[in-house]
Nanobody
Framework: QLQLVESGGGSVQPGGSLRLSCAAS????????IGWFRQAPGKEREAVSC????????WSLDSVKGRFTISRDNDKDTVYLQMNSLKPEDTAVYYC???????????????????WGEGTLVTVSA
């Protein structure tokens, strides 16, 4: 069974940092574009960032540019989302998603994600 598992969520004060991890079961992440998404209470899920499999480039939401960094460690077959300078409006369940291709397609409105993780909760509050 093909699965994605997120980890690293938690509670943090405004201005703090968290690093989320996305690992796969049943397939290898390194060949596919991987995106991070979030869904805040009462809101629709939105795309946060995506990384192509080959050259490290991709796409990021304007409101997280300069604060969030997506990266991947192919030796560990894991994709990360480093989140710095967190704000209360970053509070959400964060999901990773794997595309069926090597590039980020459909961002920001219709990302073509093939496999979703179950999410990890990030809470930013004083």
């Amino acid at each position: 069974q093909l699965q994605l598992v997120e980890s690293g969520g938690g509670s943090v004060q405004p201005g703090g940092s968290l690093r989320l991890s996305c690992a796969a079961s049943g397939f290898t992440l390194r060949y596919y574009a991987i995106g991070w998404f979030r869904q805040a209470p009462g809101k629709e899920r939105e795309a946060v960032s995506c990384m192509h499999s080959r050259d490290g480039s991709g796409w990021s939401l304007d409101s997280v540019k300069g604060r969030f960094t997506i990266s991947r460690d192919n030796d560990k077959d894991t994709v990360y989302l480093q989140m710095n300078s967190l704000k209360p409006e970053d509070t959400a369940v964060y999901y990773c998603g794997a595309h069926a291709v090597s590039y980020c397609s459909g961002y920001p409105d219709t990302p073509d994600v093939n496999i979703w993780g179950e999410g990890t909760l990030v809470t930013v509050s004083a």
